[in-house]
């Protein structure tokens, strides 16, 4: 169970870098699609050529099974993708993350309805300070907003909801195929059916810019099939509700590069937020007589 909930951690971290490499493909042209349209791709193309030289058995698949790879890369990770970012056009990057992580939330749900995965108190004790730790770090308190729109709501809280059925389906066609097996075959539907929907065919002149190229393979390697491939292998051993909670970590990792390589500012309010979701993750990971 350590090891799972290290591959988790460890991909929510990587996760955390998504912004670096967003910012190369921003400066070079393309729109947020058309980025979530080459990360899959990206992604697709070298997981696919490290499996066909280390383990070609992992590229076979049941046709038959084709519905389980459809939840996974296209109602989870292209869905939540899509909602994300017109959350983001709403309204801001702070209330996107806020709505985005209600994503444990429905995990720990669906698990209890699924899975018979138990609620315990320490569960909800979790789920609670990281909520209140990624409204802190995103800035979306103290610092008040403006009204927020029922659409961007409704958009917010799609993408927590995409964000978990990757927990759920994954945990389902775990139970037939390897970690590798449904990584690759997730990230493969999600380009499939992300590329024509971006429109990025109308904008290749893009893809002459070198920060175009830097910005894909870092958001491809780095920030999709790796974590992809590290939170899949822990959620075999893992309970989806724990490996949600333990994901948020991308926003306290976000948020340590945005003070350490953009020099944004250091608030007390950011720092309690970051100790809150490290807090939850320790919770979490304490032996069950400690907690």
């Not at 992992?58 to 909602?83: I, K, M």
């Not at 004790?125 to 995103?138: D, K, Q």
């Not at 059925?165 to 493969?188: D, E, Q, R």
């Not at 893992?238 to 020099?263: D, K, Q, S, Y």
Request: proline share 4%; charged share 10%.
């Amino acid at each position: 169970m350590k090891k799972a909930c290290l591959q988790i951690i460890a991909a929510a971290s990587l996760w955390g870098c998504i912004g670096l490499f967003l910012k190369l493909l921003t400066a070079a042209g393309l729109t947020s699609m058309q980025g979530v349209a080459l990360r899959s791709l990206a992604g697709c193309l070298s997981y696919g050529l490290f499996l066909f030289f280390t383990d070609r058995s992992a590229l076979r698949a049941d046709p038959r099974d084709w519905y389980w790879f459809f939840g996974t890369g296209v109602c989870s990770l292209l869905f939540f993708n899509w909602c994300y970012f017109n959350a983001i056009t709403l309204s801001s990057m702070s209330v996107a993350a806020v709505l985005l992580y209600t994503s444990p939330v429905f995990v720990t749900l669906m698990s209890a309805l699924f899975f018979r995965e138990k609620i315990t108190p320490v569960k909800i004790t979790a789920l609670i300070v990281t909520f209140a730790g990624c409204v802190l770090v995103t800035g979306l308190f103290p610092l008040g907003q403006a009204p927020i729109s029922l659409q961007t709501i409704l958009f917010g809280l799609g993408a927590g909801f995409g964000y978990a059925l990757y927990s759920i389906f994954g945990k389902f066609v775990l139970k037939k195929y390897s970690p590798a097996t449904v990584t690759f075959y997730t990230i493969l539907t999600s380009a499939l059916f992300s590329l024509p929907l971006s429109g990025l065919h109308t904008n290749l002149a893009a893809l002459a810019d070198g920060r175009a190229w830097a910005g894909a393979l870092g958001v491809g390697v780095l920030c999709c099939a790796l974590p992809y491939h590290l939170y899949t292998s822990g959620l075999k051993d893992a309970e989806p509700g724990r490996a949600a909670i333990l994901a948020t970590v991308e926003p306290f990792v976000a948020a340590g590069l945005g003070i350490l390589l953009f020099h944004e500012a250091v608030t007390p309010w950011k720092l309690l937020g970051m100790a809150a979701i490290l807090g939850a993750v320790l919770l979490l990971n304490l032996p069950e007589k400690n907690r």
